[in-house]
């Protein structure tokens, strides 16, 4: 992208507040647009496939946390909302991209501290710092990477503001100068040479400032497609192929990030010593919280040395040599790097006027939903092994929505812990998203049953919205602490009963529990409906359901296989 004569005049010379989180929203949807090609770029340091995942994740968390902490009058100052966007990006970041986006973040807030909007001048300020920061936050920087393309993207934006300070004709001359560098970064690079292709975390960056650039020009929200070149002579995708293969036989150990949270935390300290027990270390923050990544071979031991400084969170492991494999099963698509997300259901690709984005729990809960939806409805998976707190990310979301196939997407979270993250995924996507406000998986089948992909977006909500409202939920589960219940002691273990959030009674046996909760005079409904989940027999729930038949004449009684981790009875009463 080149400079334009109305960049110095039609367009935004600088923005406050509101409009540095309209760049970094458009930044976002340009890296989710182009998110499938910035992974299969992904080969160094190691060809497991993620950078524009991870870039994808980190930036959303920085969008998340601006709406749900900078919310109206304090988005005028355009510090108060970078100061808040590198804390964000720094706990948020994923990967080893992820990590060195965050001092982007970083160069921001720095550059930007008590001023009120961000200029030219700021903007090459801003990414000075972050490319010193940078670099000092990997131990062993290597050239040809989005280190090299941050720091030659500083040096054209200084250059630019001696022709104009306006953040447009700014961001015009850093634009271009980023998607030359990422063409040059196989001749920096041995390992991109072998493989053909450019740097993946270079290619983000200069899709980020691509689509903030497009956004200031009022060229589009962000959305755009930016194809990364390919060497001359690797268009038919064999190198790639080729050194995929040979990545099988390499022991890459496993990535491993986390948060140490503690008083008095020495960064290059920390830097230096988790250097010393992986690959690719990558080591940023201050005195108080301090985000690694490293890759190493065993990460007992990094893990072993952190948590003798603080307390450690947001702890993520992944076994790269799997991820290789599997990166490599993916055979490469010869001719073009492109590669497309997908797009639904495999039995088809039928747009609908409306498509549904649930959030389910359960193998059986899956299908349900997939099925409820007459083609026109996908799942998100959300408690896994470790319950609730396993709900998936604002990121897993807006990529679920822009893999529907419609223009206009609903979202049933069916869980009160996961409305508040639904409602951040409209921002950034250029489709039309509603939220409906299920608080459980049984409120949401009878949402989606409401739901037809023949009417539009306003139809469907009023008639899923007026399904919700019928609905009694009911819960079998096992207490994890110890309290009182109606002036009686329940135990870690026994089993409790809850209507509609509610503890309502509790046991010894889930069976128990499950009977007199059914057997409850007070119940109303017709329709019931029994879920039954992990480690919960069929004898048990036919004997569930025929104490329910027998104490509700009027019931008509289902029981059906969700599979649901953690509750072996879901029960939804309309």
């Not at 801003?126 to 131990?139: D, G, H, I, P």
């Not at 903030?212 to 060229?219: D, F, W, Y």
């Not at 201050?286 to 071979?297: E, G, Q």
Request: negative net charge; proline residues 4%.
């Amino acid at each position: 992208m080149t400079e334009t004569a109305a960049d110095s005049g039609a367009f935004p010379a600088s923005v406050d507040g509101t409009g540095l989180v309209a760049m970094v929203e458009a930044s976002t949807r340009a890296v989710e647009h182009n998110q499938a090609e910035i992974n299969a770029l992904n080969v160094f340091p190691v060809p497991d496939g993620d950078t524009g995942t991870n870039m994808c994740l980190t930036l959303a968390s920085v969008i998340f946390s601006v709406v749900e902490t900078t919310p109206g009058a304090s988005k005028k100052s355009a510090g108060a909302v970078a100061a808040t966007m590198a804390s964000a990006a720094l706990l948020g970041a994923r990967g080893n991209s992820g990590l060195i986006l965050a001092q982007y973040f970083f160069g921001l807030s720095a550059a930007l501290e008590k001023c009120e909007s961000l200029a030219g001048p700021e903007f090459a300020d801003a990414l000075k710092r972050a490319s010193v920061a940078a670099y000092n936050a990997v131990q062993n920087p290597i050239e040809g990477t989005m280190l090299t393309v941050i720091r030659r993207a500083a040096d054209a934006a200084a250059d630019g503001c001696r022709e104009s300070e306006s953040l447009t004709h700014v961001l015009s001359v850093v634009s271009a100068n980023a998607q030359q560098t990422v063409v040059e970064t196989p001749e920096m690079l041995d390992v991109l040479a072998k493989a053909g292709v450019v740097d993946a975390g270079g290619h983000g960056l200069s899709v980020m400032f691509a689509g903030a650039l497009s956004h200031l020009r009022g060229e589009s929200s962000g959305a755009i497609k930016l194809s990364a070149p390919t060497p001359a002579g690797m268009e038919d995708g064999t190198a790639l192929r080729e050194f995929l293969e040979s990545a099988r036989e390499v022991d890459y150990g496993y990535c491993t990030g986390f948060v140490i949270k503690g008083d008095g935390l020495e960064v290059e300290e920390i830097r230096e010593k988790v250097g010393s027990l992986g690959e690719s270390a990558v080591v940023a923050g201050d005195a108080s919280n301090v985000k690694v990544h490293v890759h190493p071979l065993n990460p007992g031991p990094v893990l072993t040395y952190a948590a003798g400084l603080g307390t450690l969170s947001s702890i993520s492991i992944l076994n790269m040599n799997e991820q290789t494999r599997e990166r490599a099963d993916q055979a490469p698509f010869p001719g073009s790097l492109s590669v497309e997300l997908p797009i639904g259901p495999e039995d088809g690709n039928e747009q609908f006027e409306v498509a549904v984005v649930a959030v389910a729990a359960g193998e059986g809960m899956h299908r349900i939903f997939t099925e409820s939806g007459m083609g026109a409805s996908s799942t998100v998976t959300s408690a896994d092994e470790s319950g609730d707190s396993m709900n998936p990310s604002v990121g897993e979301l807006v990529d679920a929505v822009e893999s529907a196939r419609a223009a206009n997407v609903m979202i049933l979270p069916n869980n009160p812990n996961v409305i508040g993250t639904a409602g951040q995924v409209e921002a950034l996507t250029s489709k039309s998203v509603w939220v409906l406000p299920t608080r459980t998986m049984q409120q949401g089948v009878s949402a989606l049953l409401a739901f037809s992909p023949e009417l539009d977006l306003e139809a469907n909500a009023a008639n899923m919205v007026d399904a919700i409202d019928q609905v009694s939920s009911l819960a079998i589960t096992v207490a994890t602490r110890d309290f009182q219940l109606n002036g009686a002691g329940v135990s870690v273990g026994d089993a409790i009963a809850l209507r509609d959030g509610e503890i309502v009674a509790a046991g010894n046996s889930v069976a128990e529990v499950a009977i007199v909760l059914m057997t409850d005079s007070s119940l109303g409904g017709e329709l019931v409906t029994i879920y039954r989940g992990e480690g919960a027999s069929e004898e048990e729930a036919a004997r569930i359901k025929t104490a329910a038949s027998e104490a509700h004449q009027e019931w008509e009684v289902e029981v059906v296989d969700g599979g649901q981790p953690h509750y072996p009875y879901l029960i939804s009463i309309e």
